[in-house]
Every structure is written in C-alpha cells, then in structure tokens.
C-alpha cells in the first residue's frame, strides 16, 4: 500500500499541486489524469523517489518494490530484447531460474519471437512489450506507467491495453498511469487522481 499525504510541490513560482493526499490500494489500477503540465510525471516520480515534495509525506512498506515504465520506451538499443529486459535484476538468482522467469515473462508479454533481436530492429509496440517484460521481471508490487501508449497507433493502443489488463490482473502489481487519454483512463481506471 502507498499512501501519499498532504503532498505540495512547485517548481519556482510554478505551483503543480498543494496538499494533495491520496490512498493507492493494493493491487488496484488508479489513473493520474491532467492537462499537460499540470504535474502527472512529477508526481510518479516523487512516489519512486526521483523527486522529493516541497511539503508532505510519502509512506510505503519498506519492501515495496517498483518499476517504471517510460513515456520513451528507454531501452539500450545496442542490446538484444533479452538483454534489456534481465538488465537491470538487482537480486542474486540461478541462471535457470533467470531462463524461467524471462521465457515465463515474455510469453505472457508476447516478446517471446524477438528475444534475440537487437531493439533497435523493433517496431514501438515491439518495444513496448519489451519494456513491459522489463518492468515485471522483478515482480514488482507496484508498476508506474508514464503514458506508455501515446506513441502507438489506435489499433497497437487496444491491443497494449488489453496486454497492460492481463498482465495486472495475473502478476497482481498495483499499477499507477499517467494518461491524458479518457478511453485508456475508462478502460483501466479504478481509482483517479485528477490533477
Ligand atoms: N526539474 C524541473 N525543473 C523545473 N521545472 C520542472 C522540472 N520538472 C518539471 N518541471 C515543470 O513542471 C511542470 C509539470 O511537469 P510534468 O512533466 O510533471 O507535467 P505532466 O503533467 O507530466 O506533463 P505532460 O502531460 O506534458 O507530460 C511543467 O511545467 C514542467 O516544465
């Protein structure tokens, strides 16, 4: 569970939200919602810690563990999908239990047919599918989504989208998105934070 409580944050004379408090449930979908500019990007990184809060608190259990998933997909395109998406596995585990969990994860991300491939060769929602196994190759408890299908075209986004459903529900991650998208916002949203 995340709580954040009476958070305030400016950047200069720019004030992006004052006091704002809110609960995210466990294994739950909430959408950040806003105008652009209004502060989505700034808060996801203030609940992962890349940016702290002028004013308010931000509690989460200590072994809450994150992934972020960009706007630009940020992958290291001189690496192979499979490369990317064990990269940045912190934990000390088995090679075949690595082997496991990357076949398990990129079957259910279908990135299964590229794993070999440089990303550089992908098409964007290839690449979103690799970033999507790269952000859940840790089972994380909590997933931040950064508009990650505003580059993808209406069919790929439905497609993502019905992806970015299955996945919460199997791997049962509380996923935190950023969208200025009302249909992504309908689709996905159980809790809203309107900013
Ligand atoms: N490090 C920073 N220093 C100064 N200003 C910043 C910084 N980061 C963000 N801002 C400003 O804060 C405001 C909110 O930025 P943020 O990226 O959080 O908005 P957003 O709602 O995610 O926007 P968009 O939908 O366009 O991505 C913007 O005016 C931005 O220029």
């Known amino acids: ?13 720019n004030l992006l ?7 995210f449930n466990e294994n739950s979908r909430i959408v950040i919602q806003g105008k652009s500019g209004s502060g989505k990007t700034t808060l996801l990184k203030i609940l992962c810690g890349l940016e702290s809060a002028d ?3 931000v509690e989460k259990d200590e072994k809450c563990k994150l992934s972020y998933v960009f706007q630009q997909d940020c992958l290291f395109d001189h690496l192979t999908a499979f490369q990317n998406i064990v990269f940045g596995i912190s934990e000390t585990i088995s090679k075949e239990e690595l082997w496991n969990r990357v ?9 299964q047919e590229f794993l070999n491939q440089k990303t550089s060769t992908l098409s964007g929602g290839q690449r979103q599918r690799v970033s999507l196994a790269r952000a859940l190759i840790q089972f994380p408890d909590v997933v931040l989504m950064d508009e990650p299908l505003s580059h993808l075209d209406k069919e790929l986004k439905r497609k993502m989208m019905d992806s970015i459903l299955f996945l919460q529900e199997k791997y049962k991650f509380t996923l935190i998105y950023v969208t200025h998208d009302d249909w992504e916002a309908k689709q996905l949203g159980q809790q809203f934070i309107q900013l």
């Open 1 to 13: 569970m995340i709580r954040i409580s009476n958070i305030t944050k400016s950047f200069g004379d």
């Open 103 to 111: 076949k398990r994860i990129s079957i259910d991300t279908c990135c």
């Open 55 to 57: 004013n308010g608190t």
């Open 17 to 23: 939200f004052k006091n704002l408090s809110f609960e």
